[in-house]
């Protein structure tokens, strides 16, 4: 099932603008991911925020979680057209006798425009 | 450091043939293993994971199965391909536990005709 669920669907921005995309979710969770995938590749993790952390950045991106609206967001800045590619978030939440579930949502597309 | 590998990278196999397409995992050990498809668009579908070797989880029911017959190989098959198999087929690993972040191959894309 459907977890975590991103928002826009799709984005075009000019380069050197900000991008921002949110990911919204149902259940409590352990952590959320986010990755990124290339048109035609394997996705690649960019960033894990756990359950009792705010913020967290790596390089251009800065990752908010608020886990009383349940919700997160990615925000890539000074965007450039290498950053055009479909971004997912995946949570991560307990499914008893020791286990843990991920689940992807179905992502945002991103396109920088040069 | 840790690699995988998965082949072939596209596959176009006419409906009822069998399917075999193979993962492998270099420089961990006991590494879980993982199958997704993904539709056009969409978000990724676990199919299976294995905790270890001989140990498959389905996810889905469905026209395929899965092996892990070594530590860092993992198979994903088919006796008869339907034309709802087609897809982008992903092999991934992850440390330990599921909640730890996930590593994928640069995909399978199957077309069934």
């Known amino acids: 099932s459907q977890q975590g669920e991103e928002d826009p669907q799709a984005l075009s921005i000019q380069e050197g603008e900000n991008a921002t995309m949110n990911c919204s979710y149902k259940t409590s969770i352990n952590n959320l991911q986010w990755y990124r995938q290339n048109s035609g590749r394997g996705l690649v993790h960019l960033i894990l925020?756990?359950?009792?952390?705010r913020e967290k950045h790596s390089g251009r991106l800065r990752v908010t979680l608020d886990t009383s609206k349940k919700s997160s967001s990615l925000l890539i800045t000074a965007s450039r057209a290498a950053d055009t590619a479909s971004y997912f978030c995946a949570t991560v939440s307990y499914s008893g006798a020791g286990s843990y579930q991920l689940t992807f949502g179905k992502g945002t597309k991103l396109s920088v425009i040069p | 450091s840790q690699t995988i590998h998965q082949w072939p990278a596209t596959l176009v196999q006419p409906v009822g043939s069998p399917l075999s397409l193979e993962c492998t995992v270099e420089g961990t050990s006991n590494p879980n293993l993982y199958w997704y498809r993904q539709a056009a668009g969409r978000g990724l579908q676990l199919l299976f994971y294995s905790v270890g070797i001989g140990q498959i989880s389905s996810e889905v029911p469905q026209n395929l199965s899965a092996s892990r017959p070594q530590d860092r190989q993992f198979i994903l098959s088919s006796k008869k391909l339907l034309l709802s198999d087609s897809g982008f087929y992903l092999c991934?690993?992850?440390?330990?536990?599921?909640?730890?972040?996930?590593?994928f191959g640069d995909g399978t894309r199957l077309s069934i005709l």
């Open positions: 925020i756990r359950s009792n952390e």
């Open positions: 991934a690993w992850s440390e330990g536990q599921h909640h730890q972040p996930q590593h």
